[in-house]
């Protein structure tokens, strides 16, 4: 029995359009088979007691926002879709409660098919309210049910998804795709609104299992992923800084154009590599070098959080002295570099250019290169 999104999508004239013109009976099985897969339910009551089970790891994450007001303004009178840089499997637990500890309705979540996989898949599916996506498929089956199915949930509900379509395993802000932002435009809806959204952690928890990649080769089984993120999660503590920008009017963008959804893609990319909180972490990365005495580079700090702050950068840390008392001992702790009589030492190099690169976005004119 198809459910009431279900049949809204079946109806939708792109969708009986595209089955008109392909082989009757096996384009629909395939349709039917994606929406019993993209399929979600939220229980917000149960969401929040979720937090529970989950306070051993969410304890070790202090969560941070600024600029609510733009999204406590938004919620009133706009569907809203936050857009965010994506940096940790733990996104998907922090910014959601963010919006829950202030009151926020909540959004249905787009998430890679990798996180629905055992029991943490059932919680995804009937109590966060995440969407399975495929990604990278070019199967137009796929897309078009994908599309319509997004299009359909915007009737009633929030949307929260990244651009970026996977986590960064460099570090750095990656190039937006199109796929969800013309999705979501095929909604029509005038009251549209995209809230750019940044998230900045001092330390990623699962640091040095991306750095060590640096590209996504392969999607690894989630189990083994989330028994990576146990292993690195002792010890852990870190800062997360969420940052909403100011939003982003799309009703009146023509999902037909194409230049239009790429420009709005771009925008929206552009916005969320200015939010992103610059931290102790980033900068005392950016400026290391295999060995160099304290001074140095409390000096090397200072030269470079002028260059950020002379670029309207979102600045966390204010001074190289600040830098390193506020990093060193994270990274330290972390096996990434080691303090010998006066002196930084890199330990973990692949681990350090990961912070660096976080925040390259904002220096792409200076032609430094790390």
């Known amino acids: 029995m198809l459910d009431e999104i279900s049949q809204a999508v079946l109806a939708r004239d792109d969708v009986a359009k595209y089955l008109a013109g392909e082989s009757g009976a096996q384009a629909r099985e395939r349709i039917h088979a994606y929406l019993d897969e993209l399929r979600t339910t939220q229980r917000h009551a149960v969401y929040r007691a979720l937090q529970h089970p989950l306070y051993p790891l969410l304890r070790k994450i202090e969560r941070l926002h600024e600029n609510l007001h733009h999204v406590t303004s938004s919620v009133r009178s706009h569907r809203v879709i936050y857009a965010s840089n994506h940096k940790s499997h733990t996104d998907y637990l922090v910014q959601p409660l963010v919006l829950d500890d202030n009151g926020i309705r909540p959004p249905l979540i787009a998430a890679g098919i990798n996180l629905f996989g055992g029991p943490l898949g059932l919680i995804h599916r009937h109590v966060t309210g995440a969407i399975p996506i495929r990604r990278n498929t070019k199967d137009p089956v796929y897309l078009i049910t994908l599309k319509a199915y997004i299009s359909e949930i915007l009737k009633s509900h929030d949307l929260f998804f990244y651009p970026e379509g996977g986590r960064s395993y460099s570090g750095e802000l990656k190039p937006a795709k ?67 920008g100011a939003p982003i009017p799309a009703g009146a963008i023509a999902a037909s154009s194409r230049s239009d959804v790429l420009e709005l893609t771009r925008l929206v990319r552009s916005r969320i590599g200015a939010l992103h ?50 990093a060193a001992p994270a990274l330290e702790t972390r096996g990434v570099v080691v303090a010998e009589r006066g002196r930084f030492r890199v330990r973990e190099r692949n681990v350090l250019r990961y912070y660096a690169r976080s925040i390259e976005h904002l220096l792409v004119t200076s032609g430094r290169a790390h």
């Open 178 to 244: 199109t796929g969800l932002f013309h999705a979501a435009l095929t909604a029509a809806r005038a009251d549209l609104v995209i809230i750019p959204t940044a998230i900045a952690y001092d330390l990623v928890l699962e640091d040095h299992v991306l750095s060590r990649q640096k590209v996504k080769k392969r999607q690894r089984p989630f189990a083994r992923e989330v028994a990576e993120l146990v292993r690195y999660a002792v010890g852990y503590r870190s800062r997360s800084f969420t940052t909403f």
């Open 277 to 326: 909180k610059v931290l102790p972490t980033a900068v005392f990365a950016s400026s290391m070098r295999p060995s160099i005495a304290r001074g140095e580079l409390e000096t090397r700090i200072d030269r470079l959080l002028g260059e950020l702050a002379a670029r309207h950068a979102n600045l966390g840390v204010f001074s190289g002295r600040q830098a390193i008392e506020e």
